[in-house]
């Protein structure tokens, strides 16, 4: 478990390193979170100086649009994120008496939910985060647990040591997907010459691996 935490915390921090424009880059982190999870839904949320928030990056794990992502968020939950600076984790909406407490749980009719503030890099203890990474499950209550947190906590310091520097530090001009795996392993040259022999053609693919290992980024390199 503790090895799969750390293979999926790697790929993130290659995404944020690589030469990606950056919500596909924040799109593709929060892939490897609901993936790894088996969140439902993922949503990345970043702060604005007023308090307001924008939802940057969205992810269904069944690769299902999501509509009118801020209508799709629990906002009672992202607020007790940010005002407590602190992972809030809904294991069981409907025990747990939060339905009562946070409203917008019934109304969007969640079951489980992990809700984790991105922290601002450099900052003072306490600081205002950036933004916070909002998982969420409507079907299956006791999603996630304490290994999910430790995951999403490691993978949202990720994110705050770069969010800051992200729009002026990277090109806005979208990359290749196959050109977004990366590695120098004989491994991913094996696979990026097969993606290229595949890709044109309209065969079938099968794609296996472990959570976490981008077999959704590989799916996204044939299609496109």
């Known amino acids: 478990m503790a090895h799969e935490v750390?293979?999926?915390?790697?790929?993130?921090?290659?995404?944020?390193?690589?030469?990606?424009?950056?919500?596909?880059?924040?799109r593709l982190a929060l892939g490897f979170i609901v993936e790894a999870t088996q969140a439902e839904r993922g949503f990345l949320v970043l702060l604005g100086p007023g308090g307001?928030?924008?939802?940057h990056a969205t992810v269904?794990?069944?690769?299902?649009?999501?509509?009118?992502?801020?209508f799709q968020v629990s906002h009672g939950l992202i607020a007790r994120a940010v005002r407590d600076r602190m992972t809030v984790l809904l294991e069981d909406a409907q025990t747990d008496g939060s339905s009562a407490e946070f409203p917008s749980?019934?109304?969007?009719?969640?079951?489980?939910?992990?809700?984790?503030?991105?922290?601002?890099?450099?900052?003072?203890?306490?600081?205002?985060?950036?933004?916070?990474?909002?998982?969420?499950?409507?079907?299956?209550?006791?999603?996630?647990g304490e290994r999910d947190r430790a995951l999403v906590e490691a993978a949202a310091?990720?994110?705050g040591g770069r969010v800051d520097r992200?729009?002026?530090?990277?090109?806005?001009?979208p990359v290749p997907v196959v050109r977004r795996i990366l590695g120098r392993s004989a491994a991913i040259e094996d696979l990026l010459a097969l993606l290229d022999r595949i890709a044109p053609t309209e065969l079938p693919v099968l794609i296996?691996?472990?959570?976490g290992t981008g077999k959704e980024l590989v799916a996204r390199a044939i299609h496109e």
Request: proline letters at 10%; glycine letters at 8%.
């Open 105 to 144: 749980v019934l109304a969007i009719g969640l079951l489980s939910a992990l809700v984790v503030p991105i922290p601002r890099p450099g900052g003072p203890r306490g600081a205002r985060p950036l933004g916070v990474i909002y998982l969420d499950h409507r079907t299956k209550p006791g999603r996630f």
């Open 208 to 211: 296996e691996g472990e959570s």
């Open 157 to 159: 310091a990720e994110i």
């Open 6 to 26: 750390a293979t999926t915390i790697r790929m993130i921090g290659r995404v944020l390193d690589s030469r990606v424009e950056v919500e596909e880059m924040l």
């Open 166 to 173: 992200l729009p002026a530090a990277r090109p806005q001009t």
């Open 60 to 70: 269904h794990l069944n690769d299902e649009d999501i509509a009118s992502p801020r």
């Open 52 to 55: 307001d928030y924008d939802v």
